[in-house]
């Protein structure tokens, strides 16, 4: 185990893979409340809901700290979009690793997500692609469960303390089918017609 406190003690400047989510947003604030130099990366792609874009940039903007929206042409990406079992991992590699470019032009080194102890690797075949490329989770370190991390967020004050998980668009569609816009389009509209939490997210952001 490592407190938050500790992991901020051994990296005083770090960059953020950040999502908008309860935890990365958590993650964001207490590294900077913990005066660790931050830079939040946030990738953009079609296989998110479009209000997580909104969403991140509504944290970083009440944060204060320097942003960088990365714009991620997923789908020409074939080795995922043929939406193999490894999809997940072959995903977060490509992420990651765009992420990692902008973040050495930029002069960091470490690379911070906001993973947490509730996490299941063997239910997450992206903790493969995070242990491969170095990725640290400063709240599965410190072992803060996902209920943790919300009363903490709460507390905080965080608008995204109580969003509920949104997994990816690609995760609605069965392995082995093709992933394109279209059909990301009609998931998304699925998901926003017959997704209580959905629908209401998206309507009040």
């Keep these: 185990m490592l407190t ?4 901020c003690e051994k990296h005083s400047q770090v960059a953020l893979a950040f999502s908008g989510g309860c935890d990365s947003t958590y993650l964001l604030f207490a590294l900077i409340d913990r005066a660790v ?5 946030f990738v953009s792609s079609a296989f998110q809901y479009p209000f997580e874009r909104g969403d ?5 903007q009440e944060s204060g700290v320097p942003f960088e929206v990365i714009e991620l042409d997923i789908l020409v990406q074939e080795a995922i979009c043929a939406n193999p079992p490894e999809r997940c991992y072959l995903c977060k590699r490509f992420i990651f ?10 002069g960091f080194e470490v690379l911070v997500d906001g993973t947490n102890a509730t996490d299941d690797p063997t239910r997450r075949p992206g903790f493969r692609a995070l242990e ?3 990725v640290l989770s400063p ?3 410190a072992e803060l469960s996902k209920d943790e991390v919300r009363s903490a967020a709460r507390e905080r004050g965080l608008f995204t303390a109580d969003k509920p998980n949104f997994s990816c668009l690609a995760t609605k569609v069965e392995t082995g089918t093709l992933l394109d ?4 389009g009609e998931v998304l509209q699925r998901e926003i017609d017959t997704k209580d939490e959905v629908r209401q997210w998206n309507s009040s952001n």
């Design 4 to 7: 938050l406190d500790e992991f």
């Design 37 to 41: 130099r931050v830079k939040a990366y």
């Design 56 to 60: 991140a940039l509504r944290a970083v």
């Design 97 to 106: 690793g765009e992420i990692k470019k902008r973040m050495a032009r930029d």
């Design 132 to 134: 491969e490329m170095g």
């Design 139 to 141: 709240l599965r370190l």
């Design 181 to 184: 816009a279209r059909l990301l």
